[in-house]
């Protein structure tokens, strides 16, 4: 039996079934896009943190700090991707949190966080990368207040140009700069409309 999203997506393949070739990628100067008005930095994880900042996402670093994080916040309960659920399970700092590693539609309300694979991080717009594919739950990354990306150092890339390098195949990727948010109405900002209201970046190295 098919689920709305299943039939969707179905749809939309049928659709795309007569192209046999898509499109190519627009040729430009590689050098055009790339952000340098930012002050100098350490690395690219300090110059991603202080983007990330900017636009109200939380930058963490390791395990240890997200679990102290978690614990301030006071949440006791999240969905977790199973492929990470073991390391984090067995850290210290997650004593006392409940991991999930299935997310029930019956029980949006009851988790307080969702901890996904980033696909990437691009330093100079403090931007996470999700690909579809890499995802283990879009429900989980997505429905949440808080979404906590877990992004490998080697995954931190320093320019959007270098990230879209990295693309492959998969035809559904989300950058996600900072929480969600519109200023479609009178321009007036409001933060966790369209998808998590807190963004948070967790690095591993």
């Not at 040729?27 to 930095?41: G, Q, S, T």
């Not at 890499?134 to 906590?148: D, F, Q, Y």
């Amino acid at each position: 039996m098919q689920d709305d999203r299943e039939l969707v997506m179905s749809r939309i393949r049928e659709a795309l079934a007569p192209l046999k070739e898509r499109a190519q990628y627009p040729e430009y100067d590689p050098e055009l896009p790339v952000c340098r008005a930012h002050p100098e930095f350490a690395d690219d994880w300090e110059l991603f943190s202080h983007k990330m900042k900017q636009v109200n996402g939380t930058p963490l670093k390791g395990l240890d700090a997200l679990g102290q994080w978690l614990a301030q916040q006071g949440f006791k309960l999240g969905y977790c991707d199973p492929a990470l659920v073991e390391t984090v399970r067995a850290h210290p700092a997650f004593a006392g949190i409940t991991l999930e590693t299935t997310f029930e539609r019956s029980r949006v309300d009851d988790y307080t966080f969702g901890i996904t694979q980033a696909s990437g991080a691009i330093a100079e717009t403090g931007s996470i990368v999700l690909k579809d594919s890499e995802t283990s739950s879009r429900l989980g990354a997505l429905a949440p207040w808080t979404h906590i990306a877990i992004l490998k150092r080697a995954r931190l890339y320093p320019d959007s140009i270098t990230a879209i390098s990295h693309f492959g195949d998969d035809p559904s990727i989300i950058w996600a700069t900072g929480p969600s948010k519109t200023a479609d109405v009178e321009g007036i900002l409001i933060e966790g409309v369209h998808g998590p209201g807190v963004q948070v970046c967790c690095l591993l190295d």
